[in-house]
């Protein structure tokens, strides 16, 4: 026992000798400073009923989206599963709109709807508010949208009462854009208006020569909006002049989007039906033209690391804002039908199942690294064996007295098996 335990010792001793390293696990990678970042993979996917309406709003606690078949759904960001459904008389023509405390809607009978986020309980609602043609904007407390197709409205949000109306000279196709205190839109008269938002009088109207369907992108100095006549135009903020026209290839539907850098630059990015997506400085140089997979209709997504471009198209590809160069793609089951939402660490794709006439939400995050590999210990060389030194041969023993053997025993005879007796199956083979 004494010399079974001074050998398990010695064979450890020499296990951890100075030529053995234990294993070590490689160190993870780092993970990403962005908010996502490819690869992606799904989390979850949620589907309801009709085509979600342009990209969903959402907050810490639901993802919501409304659909053109009257419903408006909240839905729990960690695993998809419905939170509450709300059904309105009639269907909703435009996304949903977040406020502090609830969310506001419209439907095409001239219904407006204020809903509780955390239970979709009615908080206010109007039957004769009119019928909203395109999205809405939010502006603190108060609501501006538009209504037969032309005229400009701001609501409170508070009171419910009508502050203002403006009418333009043809019709208002995207939402307005809200900044201190002004109101840009742009009509398909081939006219960009400015507006005071506390009263709706105008400061300046602009001709940039084509019909303009998107929301302006405004920057410290410069309104900027896409035409259907091939172009991008920039206005003067201050002014209501033209500022710079920049060509492309086709018209541009989408609405323009300004961006800010970490160097404090702005660029301007605009993306059109020539199946490219510009980029300029606020001087009209154009910094890159890059190809992407299809036409665009929505806006762009853009971050400081990443531009996400998802055209109708299963194809959603992610660009280097700063030079336009590619950095990855994602493949979608179905087409994708709106700009993509980025919250809470979360990619939400909307999608359209034309088969079924369902709304699609699908929810990506960063495919985390995979676990670090271990290091295989490294091996001891061993020693080499000496020779064992020459023993002796042991002295001859006198034989011990002869003891007589015992008799043979026969050998045991198996049973034969009883009568009736099932006899033990052989194993199986197969």
């Keep these: 026992?004494?010399?079974?335990?001074?050998?398990?010792?010695?064979?450890?001793?020499?296990?951890?000798?100075?030529?053995?390293?234990?294993?070590?696990?490689?160190?993870?990678?780092?993970?990403?400073l962005y908010p996502i970042d490819f690869p992606?993979?799904?989390?979850?996917?949620?589907?309801?009923?009709?085509?979600?309406?342009?990209?969903?709003?959402?907050?810490?606690?639901?993802?919501?989206?409304?659909?053109?078949?009257?419903?408006?759904?909240?839905?729990?960001?960690?695993?998809?599963?419905?939170?509450?459904?709300f059904k309105a008389m009639k269907s909703i023509p435009t996304p949903p709109l977040l406020a502090k405390d609830r969310l506001i809607f419209f439907s095409s009978d001239d219904e407006y709807y204020e809903l509780k986020p955390a239970t979709g309980e009615?908080?206010?609602?109007?039957?004769?508010?009119?019928?909203?043609?395109s999205p809405g904007t939010l502006d603190g407390d108060f609501l501006y949208f538009v209504v037969t197709e032309t005229q400009l409205r701001c609501s409170s949000t508070t009171t419910h009462k009508l502050v203002w109306k403006y009418d333009a000279g043809g019709?208002?196709?995207?939402?307005?854009?809200?900044?201190?205190?002004?109101?840009?839109?742009?009509?398909?008269?081939?006219?960009?208006?400015?507006?005071?938002?506390?009263?709706?009088s105008l400061v300046w109207k602009c001709p940039v020569g084509g019909e303009v369907y998107g929301r302006p992108a405004v920057s410290k100095e410069l309104v900027v909006v896409g035409t259907t006549s091939n172009q991008?135009?920039?206005?003067?903020?201050?002014?209501?002049?033209?500022?710079?026209?920049?060509?492309?290839?086709?018209?541009?539907?989408?609405?323009?989007?300004?961006?800010?850098?970490?160097?404090?630059?702005?660029?301007?990015?605009?993306?059109?039906?020539?199946?490219?997506?510009?980029?300029?400085?606020?001087?009209?140089?154009?910094?890159y033209r890059t190809a992407i997979p299809a036409r665009m209709y929505d806006e762009l997504l853009?971050?400081?690391?990443?531009?996400?471009?998802?055209?109708?198209?299963?194809?959603?590809?992610?660009?280097n804002p700063v030079d336009g160069s590619s950095l990855s793609q994602?493949?979608?089951?179905?087409?994708?039908?709106?700009?993509?939402?980025?919250?809470g660490g979360r990619l939400y794709m909307v999608m359209y199942d034309a088969e079924t006439s369902e709304g699609i939400l699908q929810a990506f995050a960063t495919k985390p690294p995979p676990p670090p590999q271990t290091q295989p210990a490294a091996q001891t060389q061993p020693k080499p064996q000496t020779q064992p030194a020459t023993q002796s041969q042991p002295a001859a023993q006198k034989p011990a007295a002869s003891v007589a053997s015992p008799p043979p025993v026969a050998p045991s005879m198996k049973p034969p098996t009883a009568a009736g007796s099932t006899p033990q199956s052989q194993p199986n083979k197969h």
């Excluded at 840009?184 to 081939?190: E, N, T, V």
């Design 330 to 343: 994602l493949d979608l089951t179905s087409e994708s039908r709106a700009t993509p939402l980025l919250a």
């Design 122 to 133: 009615i908080i206010y609602k109007d039957l004769s508010f009119g019928k909203p043609t």
């Design 302 to 319: 853009v971050d400081e690391h990443m531009m996400i471009i998802a055209p109708f198209s299963i194809h959603v590809t992610a660009l």
């Design 232 to 287: 991008v135009v920039a206005i003067h903020r201050a002014k209501g002049t033209v500022a710079w026209c920049m060509r492309t290839d086709a018209d541009v539907i989408a609405p323009t989007t300004v961006f800010m850098n970490k160097k404090r630059h702005e660029r301007i990015f605009a993306a059109g039906f020539d199946n490219y997506v510009y980029c300029f400085n606020t001087n009209g140089n154009m910094i």
């Design 40 to 85: 992606l993979e799904m989390k979850w996917e949620w589907r309801g009923q009709g085509l979600i309406n342009k990209t969903p709003v959402a907050d810490s606690t639901h993802i919501y989206v409304t659909t053109v078949a009257g419903y408006c759904y909240a839905i729990n960001p960690v695993d998809g599963k419905l939170a509450w459904m």
């Design 171 to 200: 019709k208002i196709a995207g939402e307005p854009a809200v900044k201190q205190d002004h109101i840009y839109f742009g009509a398909l008269d081939g006219t960009v208006y400015c507006l005071r938002s506390t009263d709706g």
């Design 1 to 32: 026992m004494r010399k079974c335990f001074f050998i398990i010792l010695l064979l450890a001793f020499v296990g951890c000798g100075p030529g053995t390293k234990p294993s070590q696990p490689l160190p993870a990678a780092p993970p990403s």
